[in-house]
């Protein structure tokens, strides 16, 4: 029997690095997910608590306290942006700053929402409120495709790199070139246009959706499909190409698929950082009308 | 005087230029005689444009021609510019054909019959001059040549190379650009060459633009071709032009008939001098090469000693003040030969080294002069280097739970070995119990030394193996008790993959890992499934002994490993003989009978270990991996990295294989023994005490190590040039963004030489390494083998 030694007495348990090795979302045994919500129960229960002379709304103490924990929520979570990119900066893993960001992000939409007091209007404040709204649901959506994509993303690779995947694709198209000399000249151009037009991206939308109608391969591979049987060498040709083209369908199809997962992962960027520098923009508006108009 | 010159230098190489320069300064009437119609043939016959190398890198230099690295070109210009600027005194096409005489009268008689006289001789004639030449039959024939200057002079040849040395590589890779080369190999690998130009002759092989005959010897040149005896027979290899890089030997006819005589018959035997290079003769000096020193700096070096000697002056040699300085620096009083006779006295260890071994291996070590009480090194310090106790006494911690229990050892000893052996961290720490001196020799310096005097390695050996079987099997036992088992241990080296032991074999012999680390498998279902991981530290086999049971599971070196075979029979004898080391050994074997419950990974998990294995984790001392499974792709890491390090990131996140939902990206593994460490010219690459594998300021930009790394996490890139601050590129869109150098602009203003860039584990950031730290997902993790069966666990599909 051979067996594993446990460390002889000398042997080195190498001082353990951080591998802790877990989502951003149960982070630290959810410890900001438990701040989190120990400041939505805060506020709701002051919320409650208080009886200010007239309605609840922004401007009672309560409301004043709420605005400024908010808005300097806000200001916090946007300087996430910055802090993503100062690597050299020591403040702690990126991962623990992600977790906080969204728990704490997401806890904003209840303490803003009772800073309102449940008063909306046509104006900017309302504005700046919707605004926010907005913000925090696409960064759900973003949170949602973060751990709905990557597994997918993996198991589609299936190991081989996008590089791996358009070298492959390249040397299929230079085969079915090949297999096509002697074939009649309507079926080279079909096959042609397949191996000289081989569209993988395309515009954002289309990879989001990952809807390629105009498909060259596919339409290539509807085309010699119908061809149907031939006889001798051309059948043996034609069969091969069918092959080929299937190969490269099925690559084009995960390569397109792989495509699609990153625009999904990107795509709520798009609403999510715009719309917090619009919301900035409001915020800094509301603030401003509020000590010079109210 | 009666001589024509008080000083005749023959051969202007390296030392005899360097002689004749120092001299010509100092007004010395001289003479330099060289036999070829130009200065410096050896250097002139080297190939084109070939990169000339300046080491001992810390050596100074101390010549009146000056020396740095560089092409061919260049440092044959400078040389023969420095000579003529010192009006050096030169008789080209001077072939000495005898000397005569002694100290204050010795007659030069030239080929063409000429005589000079001179009162001292210095002999600097190398042995380049004497190339060892094919001696089978048809070797005569015109179109076998032992020189290459130009490789562009042929193109389109069918040209085989005989010799696998370093010039016998640097030739055929040169010619195989533009002709087809053969090469003939006596071995199957490269051992004569760097291991740089073995991985380029072997990558050029396997890319087929260079033919091996591997096992093979030539037996008959025949016009037009090659006859060789392989394995497999004869074979007859056609070819333009055979080139034989075969050495060199010394002139050895010649130098006897100065009157000097050899100390052994071998023929690479070289005449014995004095400290001050005189031979035996009075008057007749030699330097360089033919004195046994081939590298250009020490000719150099020499070269103008000699002269020094010659004038009477007693001057110190080059290294002097360096060593002074490490004295000085450990405030040890003492002068640098009172040091060498010291090292050579009281450690036996060195003992067998000539001085000249000593003042090398001495650039290459520190001393220290600790107090009782102070820390030498701690447990879990990643420091690789030998120490030896000059005076004083040592105690090493052998429980980490408990300080006080200490083994001493005292003057004479030395420790560290484990670390030096094993390559990883140190076991134990260490505590100077009375005030003392140490000496501490680089890892680098000491693999080159175990590798070139046997006598320290075997002594080396010996005291190791005795360590660390008491360590890990006995601690309790005596020496006295163990020195049977000591006596019969063997040291076994095993290349990856290698079997140490078979499942269902009635073999008993236990191995002690000393180096590397193994896989433990099992059949399952008549396949083979890795069970689990051992690095070195832990050892195998025991179960069978002393149970006399069958190997229960197959054992097999996951890297390069190298285990102390423990002959059984003595083994149990020990055992039988005395209860309390039975007693101790069957208490370590329960708990680690239960600890392989713990640590055995189930089925599934076996094939993750199994992939983590291929990708080398089996060496690693610290590897980036990533949970695709929470990897956003967001390129981060990469990022981080490139932000840290002068815009070039260090890791590739996309590239390296996936196995279930773990990748391993192309990023430092951080190595045990590391590669890219074996043939650094400059000594440029070196590991830090917390573990990390960093290249410095010195790198020259070789790529060696690129070439040496079978993980190709080495690049070689020009660094960048400086980005505008984050807020700038944030709000003002000012130059490239984080991680983002790629213009042109940004590539073209990117200035100096390449240099080799690698993972160095943010060495000097605080807060640990920038592609985990900037994980927003938690995907990227750094693991280190101890943590390895926890993570498989985790991740595993």
Partial sequence: MVHAASKPPGEASAPAPDTQHQSFLVYDRLLYLKIAVAATIVAIVLYLAHRPDGTPYGGTWLGYGLGTVGALLILWLMWFGYRKRSYTANQGKLEAWLSAHVYLG????????????????????????????????????????????????????????????????????????????????????????????????????????????????????????????????????????????????????????????????????????????????????????????? | MASEYAIAIIGSGPAGMSAAAHAAKLGVPHVLLERASHLNDTIFKYQKRKHVMATPDVLP????????????????????KGVESHGVKVRLNAEVASIKGERGNFQITLAGGDTLTADHVVLAIGVQGNLRKLTIPGAELPFVQYQLDDPDEYQGEEIIVIGTGDAGLENALALAVNNAVTVINRVADYPYAKPANAALIQAAIKKGDITAFVNSEPKAVEPGALVLSTADGEARVKTNRIIARIGALPPRKFVESCGIKFPSD??????????????????????????????????????YEVVEYILGNKIPPADEPLLQAKLDKANVKATVPELITAIRERLPLFASLTTLQVREFLLGSELHQPRAGDVVFRRNDYTNSLYSILEGEIGIQVDPANPNQMVTIGAGQFFGEMGLISGRRRTATTVA?????????????????????????????????????????????????????????????????????EEGAQDDAVFLLRKGSVTVSRRIGGKDVIIGYLPAGNYVGEMAMLMNARRAATVRAAVATEAIKIDSATFRTLVTEFPEVRRDVEKRLESRLIDLRRQEVGQQDGGLLEFLMRQGLGEATDVLLIDEALCVRCDNCEKACAETHHGISRLNREAGPTYGSMH??????????????????????????????????????????????????????????????????????????????????????????????????????????????????????????????????????
């Fill in chain 1, 106 to 294: 997401l806890s904003l939409l209840v303490i803003a929402t009772l800073h309102t007091g449940f008063h909306f209007g046509w104006n900017i404040h309302t504005l700046a409120y919707a605004l926010m709204c907005v913000v925090i649901l696409s960064g759900a959506c973003g949170v949602f495709f973060y751990v709905y994509c990557p597994p997918l993303m993996t198991q589609n690779r299936r190991g081989a790199t996008m590089t791996q995947m358009m070298t492959r694709i390249a040397a299929l198209n230079d085969e079915i070139t090949s297999k096509a000399m002697g074939l009649d000249n309507a079926t080279v151009a079909i096959l042609r246009r397949s191996t000289e037009t081989t569209i993988v991206g395309g515009s954002f939308w289309q990879q989001l959706a990952g809807h390629y109608p105009d498909c060259t391969t596919a339409a290539a591979l509807k085309a010699m499909t119908k061809i149907g049987t031939a006889d001798g060498a051309r059948a043996d040709a034609l069969r091969q190409i069918r092959m080929l083209l299937d190969e490269k369908a099925q690559l084009l199809g995960r390569a397109r698929r792989d495509l699609g997962y990153k625009a999904m992962m990107d795509a709520w960027l798009y609403v999510h950082v715009p719309l917090s520098f619009g919301l900035l923009a409001a915020l800094f508006a509301h603030v401003l009308s509020v000590f010079i108009f109210w």
């Fill in chain 2, 664 to 797: 391993v990206p192309t990023s430092c593994r951080h190595c045990e023994h590391p590669h890219c460490m074996k043939d650094c010219p400059p000594d440029a690459i070196h590991r830090a005490t917390s573990g990390e594998v960093f290249i410095d300021d010195k790198c020259i930009g070789c790529g060696n190590c690129e070439r040496n790394c079978p993980y190709g996490v080495i690049q070689l890139a020009a660094m960048p040039a400086e980005k505008p601050s984050l807020l700038s590129w944030l709000f003002l869109g000012q130059g490239p963004g984080p991680g983002e150098d790629r213009s042109p602009e940004g590539v073209a203003k990117r200035t100096g030489g390449k240099h080799a860039v690698k993972c160095d584990m943010c060495k000097g950031i605080d807060g640990g390494a920038a592609c985990v730290r900037a994980c927003p997902t938690g995907a990227a993790i750094r693991v280190n083998p101890e943590r390895f069966v926890s993570v498989i666990r985790q991740v595993a599909p």
């Fill in chain 2, 61 to 80: 230099l101390r010549s009146d021609l000056g020396f740095k690295a560089g092409q061919r070109e260049e440092i044959i210009d400078g040389w023969t």
């Fill in chain 2, 433 to 501: 119990t009375r005030p003392s001196v140490l000496l501490e020799v680089d890892r680098n310096t000491m693999v080159r030394l175990v590798r070139s005097v046997p006598d320290v390695k075997a002594a080396l050996d010996r005291e190791a193996v005795s360590r660390q079987i008491r360590t890990y099997l006995a601690p309790t036992a005596t020496d006295a008790i163990l020195a049977d088992v000591v006596r019969t241990a063997k040291v076994v080296e095993f290349k990856p993959n290698d079997v140490l032991i």
């Fill in chain 2, 266 to 303: 071998s023929p690479t035997a070289y005449p014995q001098v004095s400290e001050t290079y005189e031979s035996m003769v009075p008057g007749l000096y030699i330097v360089g090469a033919l004195a046994g020193y081939p590298l250009i700096k020490h000719c150099l070096n020499q070269g």
